[in-house]
């Protein structure tokens, strides 16, 4: 069974189509999730609303109770991790994450970094390799196959790769790079733009990324689904 991690960053709690000022990556959102469910209903799915419910912000706290060892840490820096732990958990667990989220002032919704911050943690989720002091970091979430699906709204137009405007958008770079960071490195992006000029534009734009979320799901669960090719002996020592 394949279990998906499902956030929402957006400050606007509704729909766009559907609720007055709702949000369009809520609505990209919720449709990956949906048509991924109408397919494969015997799948999981974790919901965390962090645009409505922000995670906390790292604190003094956190950073003295992340960076101290395990077995040394004082019964109040368990408590101050208590929330990152089920966070972390939830994207250990997790084989497809998807985030729904605005560009909001070129980057990630506050809530979202708060999120982030929970997330990306010392031996949780990177490792620590002393002996190479030129590249120490270890990506933990590197141990299976995992995917992140990021859909995004903007008001304006162009902050696409390629786009006049895309040396200002500090989102969806943001995100690859921490993903990457602890070992989510299959990538998969879908925006809307030109919810600030609306009309013929707009419309187009929601058509052509609720196409791109129906291929993606098509897609992803092929892959998924697909066998994947056995390995001899030979070929796993050879690795």
Do not use: C
Not at 7 to 31: T, V
Not at 32 to 53: E, K
Not at 73 to 86: F, G, I, N, T, V
Not at 89 to 101: K, R
């Amino acid at each position: 069974m394949t279990h998906l991690l499902h956030l929402d960053a957006s400050a606007r709690p509704g729909l766009a189509g559907k609720d007055e000022h709702g949000s369009h990556s809520r609505n990209l959102s919720q449709r990956f999730v949906s048509q991924w469910l109408a397919r494969r209903p015997q799948d999981g799915v974790t919901y965390r609303d962090i645009g409505q419910n922000p995670p906390s912000f790292v604190s003094h706290d956190w950073i003295a109770s992340a960076f101290t060892p395990e077995e040394r840490r004082e019964p109040w820096m368990k408590d101050a991790l208590a929330e990152s732990d089920r966070l972390v958990d939830e994207l250990l667990a997790a084989d497809v994450l998807i985030i729904g989220t605005p560009l909001y002032n070129f980057g990630m919704p506050a809530a979202l970094k708060a999120w982030i911050d929970q997330v990306v943690r010392l031996n949780r989720t990177v490792g620590l390799d002393e002996s190479n002091p030129l590249d120490p970091y270890v990506p933990m979430l590197a141990d299976r196959e995992r995917h992140a699906v990021i859909l995004t709204a903007r008001g304006g137009v162009g902050f696409g790769p390629g786009g006049a405007m895309a040396h200002m958008n500090h989102l969806e770079p943001n995100l690859a790079t921490a993903l990457g960071f602890i070992g989510i490195t299959r990538i998969h992006q879908i925006a809307i733009e030109g919810q600030e000029v609306g009309g013929e534009l707009m419309a187009n734009s929601v058509a052509e990324a609720l196409r791109q979320v129906d291929a993606l799901v098509t897609e992803l669960q092929s892959t998924i689904a697909a066998p994947r090719p056995r390995v001899s002996q030979r070929q796993a020592e050879a690795s």
